[in-house]
């Protein structure tokens, strides 16, 4: 839609285009936190099925759209489906899945927000963004379809006092030997015990809680510094942007591949070390790449070029996509589980969420803008020096969580006992 020679009925300005490529940004900051709720009170199989609205409602404006504002409009919708399905989906995860299965299967719903990415650059390479905008409501419209037929989430059911329909709900997901009467045990102590949760107020005054807020809010913030979500809302542009014989929409699907590829690799290598070491390695490794294509960009901005410089923008990209994969994706989530107890434990991932999706917003509506209007290495550079700099964060604020129990982090973030009784005294 910004290029002068397309087909399509809106031609969009580099303005234009980041407010179209950060509205979803927003949408998702209507849908987190009210999402949640609504989980808790209708049910994660309800409000997964009524998530497919948006999505239909975003296909069909985006069909029909004629101007950047109904444009606007139609991805404010998909954001709010991408908000909503971004709560829901890991809670109905968390929720069937036995605690052997638990930590494999909260990693592949990330790995499948990967196989999204490549399916979309993919096809986005081939066919016009209405017939993928189509496609992608097709897929929602069969998805929610197949769900309507799946059991609602054992623990709601056991909220509402559903004990033969939770059952049920078990015995889909189990095997026929398992014993459901001891999960369902277990699901009514843990319901018990959230209704204890403490009061925001009272939460604050925790020093562990607010240690971990900080570290949570704090990574997170690094996560998007790193430039990662206006590296994939823009990829097809930061190939163009580099001029190089290399074709864009083809380099685009590389680095979605590698990504994929990478997230793949982490489910096998993720214990090994502490979660500060992988973050060191992808805040250097991702500093240091984006860096370097910083440089290409500088280069080429001061008309100076030498052979094999084309590769630059392609190979940058892609060790930065796989460095990230390996460290600033899947740890801060790790590590936002980890830091909290479970009385606060949805108030502060409330609050990362917020944060992570702002800073997003901020990010893809300023790169494209800044490579417009300031050259496309000004926020390449900005962005290395921070995620450089972010080490400094890590080593100070950030605890290392691996191997250690929920009481050990806490007694870590409390510096005493008295964190611990706080929590569970509020």
């Given amino acids: 839609m910004q290029n002068e020679n397309s087909t399509s009925p809106i031609h969009l300005t580099t303005s234009e285009g980041s407010w179209v490529g950060s509205m979803v940004a927003i949408g998702v900051l209507i849908a987190a936190l009210p999402s949640g709720y609504l989980a808790d009170r209708y049910g994660v199989k309800k409000v997964t099925i009524g998530l497919v609205l ?16 109904v444009l606007c409009l139609g991805r404010l919708l998909s954001g709010i ?10 809670m109905y995860i968390s929720e069937i899945s036995d605690v052997s299965l638990r930590g494999i299967l909260g990693s592949f719903f990330e790995f499948l927000i990967y196989v999204g990415v490549v399916l979309v650059v993919t096809c986005g390479a081939y066919v016009h963004y209405i017939t993928l905008t189509s496609i992608l409501g097709a897929s929602a419209l069969a998805l929610g ?7 609602e989430s054992p623990t709601y059911l056991m909220k509402r006092n559903r004990r033969e329909k939770a059952e049920k709900a078990l ?19 843990s319901v018990n015990q959230e209704k204890k949760k403490p009061s925001i ?48 929409f083809i380099s685009s699907i590389i680095v979605a591949v590698v990504e994929l590829c990478s997230a793949v690799m982490v489910l096998f290598i993720i214990e090994k070390a502490g979660r500060r070491v992988f973050l060191y390695i992808s805040c250097i490794g991702t500093g240091l790449c984006l860096g370097v294509l910083a440089i290409y960009f500088h280069l080429k901005y001061s008309g100076i070029y030498f052979p094999g410089m084309d590769a630059v923008p392609l190979v940058s990209i892609i060790l930065y996509a796989f460095l990230f994969a390996i460290g600033l994706g899947p740890v801060p989530y790790m590590i936002y589980g980890e830091l909290f107890a479970p009385e606060v434990k949805g108030l502060a991932i409330g609050i990362v969420i917020t944060t992570n999706w702002t800073c997003l917003f901020i990010i893809t509506k300023t790169l494209p803008v800044m490579m417009s209007d300031l050259g496309a290495h000004v926020p390449f550079y900005m962005y290395s020096l921070c995620i450089i700099l972010s080490v400094i964060f890590i080593k100070f604020f950030i605890p290392e969580t691996r191997g250690k129990s929920l009481e050990q982090i806490q007694i870590e973030l409390g ?7 706080e929590c569970n005294n509020c």
Avoid: C, W
């Fill in 201 to 248: 107020r009272k939460a604050l005054k925790s020093r562990a809680v607010v240690r971990g807020l900080i570290a949570a809010v704090g990574l997170t913030i690094i996560q998007q510094l790193s430039g990662i979500d206006g590296v994939i809302f823009y990829t097809v542009q930061i190939f163009q942007a580099a001029g190089t014989d290399l074709d864009p």
């Fill in 81 to 90: 489906a991408t908000g909503g399905i971004s709560v829901v989906g890991p």
């Fill in 171 to 189: 015995r889909f997901y189990r095997p026929e030997n398992y014993n459901v009467d001891k999960a369902l045990d277990e699901i009514s102590a």
């Fill in 145 to 151: 379809i197949v769900f309507a037929f799946l059991p």
């Fill in 54 to 69: 948006p999505v239909m409602l975003f296909t069909a404006i985006v069909t029909f759209a004629r101007d950047v504002y």
């Fill in 415 to 421: 510096g005493s006992d008295r964190a611990i009784h």
